[in-house]
């Protein structure tokens, strides 16, 4: 069965600074997608990255950057110069193929999600 | 503009009255899915469906039903509603594995705040 552990439940920053958000996760499948998931105060689900098992290339956009290693099962998600618009509650998630094509496949499972409290 | 559209977004019930959330998306897509939010647990997955008539229980489905009618449309009804109902419920959709254009990527609702008193 596949799992995401978040273990930082609550993280805050003074605004500037760097913070890393850790994500770990176990699955039995070659062929999975992570990703993370940002929710501001008003609630919504904003999707940020998306990253298939085949893909280890780290990425970067704009102050986030996500770095995927498979040998230590983490996708850990930076953001850099942390501003207070980024405090959110944010979310790794993880799918996977799981069992038959089409039966189930692609189940998406979350973490329990790390709040990110940025102070002025 | 393609969105998965939730109503109501806030919503206090009675314990036993019957309610449905509606949840419509206007993508054509094939996959739907209930998850409700819980403070230190995350989204867990009620129920989903992988096409029209066809549903299957997610990780938390006791309390809930769902149905497929129609492509772009997925309810979530609570018969008898009780407060250990009370949460923050989303609806998704994505295309399913092989259609043209696949991405795996979930589009979201943007949730329902239910408090059953």
């Known amino acids: 069965a596949q799992k995401v552990t978040q273990a930082q439940t609550e993280i805050s920053v003074v605004e500037k600074e760097d913070v890393t958000l850790d994500c770990v996760y176990e699955t039995r499948d070659t062929t999975y997608y992570l990703f993370w998931y940002k929710q501001p105060p008003s609630g919504e689900l904003v999707f940020l990255i998306r990253r298939n098992s085949f893909d280890e290339q780290n990425e970067i956009s704009g102050r986030y950057s996500w770095n995927f290693q498979k040998s230590t099962s983490s996708f850990n998600f930076t953001i850099t110069a942390s501003q207070v618009v980024d405090s959110a509650v944010y979310f790794c998630a993880l799918s996977e193929l799981g069992g038959l094509m089409g039966a189930g496949s692609y189940q998406l499972t979350f973490g329990k999600g790390t709040k990110l409290s940025v102070i002025p | ?117």
């Open chain 2, 1 to 117: 503009e393609a969105q998965v559209t939730q109503n109501p977004r806030y919503l206090i019930t009675v314990t036993g009255k019957k309610l449905t959330v509606t949840c419509s998306q206007n993508m054509n897509h094939e996959y739907m899915s209930w998850y409700r939010q819980d403070p230190g647990l995350g989204l867990r997955q009620i129920y989903y469906s992988m096409n029209v008539e066809v549903t299957d229980k997610g990780d938390v489905p006791e309390g809930y039903k769902v149905s497929r009618k129609e492509k772009r449309n997925f309810p979530l009804i609570l018969e008898s509603p009780s407060p250990n109902q009370t949460s923050l419920y989303f609806c998704a959709s994505r295309p399913q594995p092989g259609t043209s254009g696949w991405e795996n990527i979930q589009y979201f609702g943007a949730g329902t705040r239910l408090s059953v008193l």
